[in-house]
């Protein structure tokens, strides 16, 4: 059978049942396994994917039902049908109701059970289908939290979007504040896992002792306190994709371990005698330079290989400062709707000061005083005087008016910057009349109106 959903799980307790099942699905395509047990079921689960699972209800021990509870609880993405020789219109809606695709009376002939999986089958790439598709239609454009105006930033998305839909591993690095979780959470949105979690955890932030439990989970009695059974946060992002943020904090022996889950795509909880499969993509992000890191001993070479298959580095704000009053505009209608605000433009001199700062906090620090800066607005313009002290002084100190103009040697931002000053003395001549500044400058007013947004002009 030419079909992709082809491995199934059969649980049942009469071995005659099991050897019948198995050997008609086998003669048309499918791969069986048999367990004698929902117990046994749930540990083959948690070791192996498969597409579907047909199972007995009346079963010693955990029934049918139960196991179908169980699954749902633990988030397992697989097709459950049921089937019974006790048989009623009460046990088959209670199934489907529980999540099974269907129900099926025995005796029953084996033509059924294969027609019904066949069925299920066809749904199941329909339903694929449709998550296809929408993701397309949802990642034909970034995430609206991103804003990207810079060539840098404009350069590192479309290096996003490759790599989104590629099943690898990703290191991004960067300067604190620079938007290294965005661009992680760009990659799981332009990923085949985005309907899955995406679990972020900075490593720097749990202490070494208590941060293994958190990846791995672990069994309870492991150690004093470890009173039931707990997943690990890569259980928690099985299906998606788990952060692992400031990974250069992470202890060497910590390292070892992660650098097996990684490899073989299992992982064990601590004190627990059973390996567990996981699906988890891992992104890893850090504002260390890891070469010197490896070179101190602080960090393993072949997990940094490991994680380093694609590399995507964030420039600081300080490099890509066409970024700065779009990012501004966006944090304005951001913090409008969050504090019941009307702000609705910056003043020039404010636009001049933000874009000589020096922003060492990078687009965290931005933010932070953009919020600011409107809690101390009193009209909708922020002016220069709801600014900080050390960002207003950019524009007003002595040393900043005795400052020599930066020499310019691009062709491309010289233009740039000609082709706004000129904007800027144009509609100050005209009162601000866009169109008699349009006329001014021999443009069309269209034209006008897009680089006034361009360069973030008032």
Known sequence: MADEL???????DEPNMLHMLSTILQQDGFEPVCARTAAEALTLVAQQEFDFILSDVRMPGMDGIQLLERLKESGVDVIVILMSAYGNVELALEAIRKGAYDYISKPFKTDEVVLTLRKASEREKLRREVVRLRRRLRHSEPSPEIVARSPAIRTLLE????????DCSVLITGDSGTGKELLAREIHRCSSRSEGPFVPVNCAAIPAGLLESELFGHAAGAFTGARVDKP???EEADGGTLLLDEIGAMEPALQAK???AIESGEIRRIGDTTARRVRTRIVAAT???LDDAIKSGRFREDLYYRLNVVHLHVPPLAQRREDIIPLVEHFVEIFNRKMGLRVRAISREAQEALLKYSW???VRELQNVVERAMIFTSGDTIALDSLPHDIRAAVTSPAAKRA?????LSIKRASRELERALITKALNRTGGNRSQAAGLLEISYPSLLQKIK???IV
Do not use: A, S
């Open 6 to 12: 082809t491995r199934i799980l059969i649980v049942d």
């Open 404 to 408: 020599p103009r930066e020499e310019i």
């Open 232 to 234: 690990g946060l890569f």
């Open 360 to 362: 060492k906090g990078n």
């Open 454 to 456: 361009e360069y973030g």
């Open 159 to 166: 290096m996003v979007h490759q790599v989104g839909p590629v």
């Open 287 to 289: 504002n260390e330079h």
């Open 258 to 260: 992660l650098l097996r």
